[in-house]
């Protein structure tokens, strides 16, 4: 954990125009300690350097995006190295959003206007540049998406509708909170409760006042035996709760919390 | 933390008694059970002790934690069993 990687994130989200590269970088920081942010940062440059070389514009974006190899990794689609952006450039794969992170970061440096879009089950691309947003499957070789091809990735990976608000551009600290959701799953899933942890405190570095993940946080805690920290993390919900039948839960369970550990040691 | 009926204090007590002893024999209906106990005693004494347990379950299983939550079932079926006898006073 790095304490200046996390107010780094803070910091990035707090900009007009966050950059999605650093904030994934960020977050890649955690589990690599020994990361450059910076270093990495100039790989993201490099990339947006080549855009403009290819003739700038979406097309130069995109041109480089591809030539640099990158693409989705179908075969281990779960691996949480597809989340960092230093490890999508070392080995070339990684997950939608990743994809589309790096996307909007390198069209971002050129001056193309880009957006995530998180769509419920897949993260895709729109190009803002022409009258009409032009959506791209990063995760496809930057495909482009009408609006069939929408409805079905909506409908094979979330298994519902494609409505209007699915497709409105995420905000950078929204689709920062789902690269860490995803993490936290892939996590959970190979048994790392330690690192799922780290994602969950820094979802709560994103939204600070997130019952759900602050919820997450005391699961975890409790799991790992770090009772004394599961009660304070317990506890600090109670500031945010006014006198009621909610704080008297949140109370009742920092009480569970203390005479669990005094039960388990 | 609401004054809870009897009936439903002894119905958490049950249900949290049955998911502590699913989760010694290491039986999968243990997380059911402890789903079931957790909505039943929402909003009751035992309920926050239970709700978590309920979350820990959902857990990939692990030793340690699978003691936990069987600490935390007994807990909230203490709970529950005070919220009993302090009804019946």
Redesign the interface.
């Given at each position: 954990m790095s304490e200046a990687t996390r107010a780094r994130l803070a910091r990035v989200l707090e900009r007009a125009v966050p950059d999605l590269a650093e904030a994934n970088l960020c977050i890649a920081a955690e589990a690599y300690p020994g990361l450059s942010v910076d270093a990495q940062m100039g790989r993201v440059d490099a990339l947006a350097d080549e855009a403009r070389m290819l003739g700038g514009g979406a097309g130069g974006v995109v041109r480089a995006l591809r030539q640099a190899g990158l693409r989705g990794d179908r075969e281990e689609y779960d691996d949480p190295r597809n989340s960092f952006l230093n490890e999508v450039l070392d080995r070339r794969l990684g997950l939608p959003i990743a994809l589309a992170a790096l996307s909007v970061a390198v069209a971002g440096r050129v001056g193309v206007p880009f957006a995530g879009v998180g769509m419920p089950g897949h993260y895709v691309v729109a190009d803002l540049s022409g009258p009409d947003p032009r959506y791209l499957d990063a995760f496809d070789g930057w495909a482009p998406l009408g609006p069939e091809d929408l409805a079905r990735r909506v409908r094979e990976t979330a298994g519902m509708a494609l409505r209007d608000e699915h497709l409105r551009p995420a905000g950078a600290r929204e689709t920062v909170v789902r690269m860490l959701a995803n993490l936290e799953a892939a996590y959970?899933?190979r048994?790392r409760?330690a690192d799922a942890l780290w994602t969950v405190e820094l979802a709560l570095v994103c939204e600070p006042g997130d019952a759900a993940a602050r919820?997450?946080e005391?699961?975890?805690l409790?799991?790992l035996?770090r009772y004394a920290e599961a009660a304070a993390a317990a506890g600090r919900q109670l500031e945010d709760l006014a006198p009621g039948?909610a704080r008297?839960?949140?109370q009742?369970?920092v009480?569970?919390?203390e005479?669990?550990q005094w039960?388990?040691n | 933390m609401a004054r809870p009926l009897t009936a439903d204090a002894l119905r958490v007590a049950h249900l949290s008694a049955q998911a502590e002893m699913a989760l010694v024999r290491r039986d999968p209906v243990a997380g059911p059970l402890l789903a079931q106990a957790a909505r039943a005693a929402d909003g009751l004494p035992g309920g926050p002790s239970l709700a978590l347990a309920a979350r820990l379950v959902r857990l990939p299983a692990d030793d340690a934690v699978r003691k936990a939550a069987q600490a935390l079932c007994r807990i909230g079926a203490q709970e529950a069993q005070a919220a009993v006898l302090g009804a019946a006073r």
């Open positions: 959970v899933r048994r409760p919820e997450r005391v699961t975890l409790t799991a035996g039948a008297d839960r949140a009742a369970q009480d569970a919390i005479e669990l039960r388990m | -």
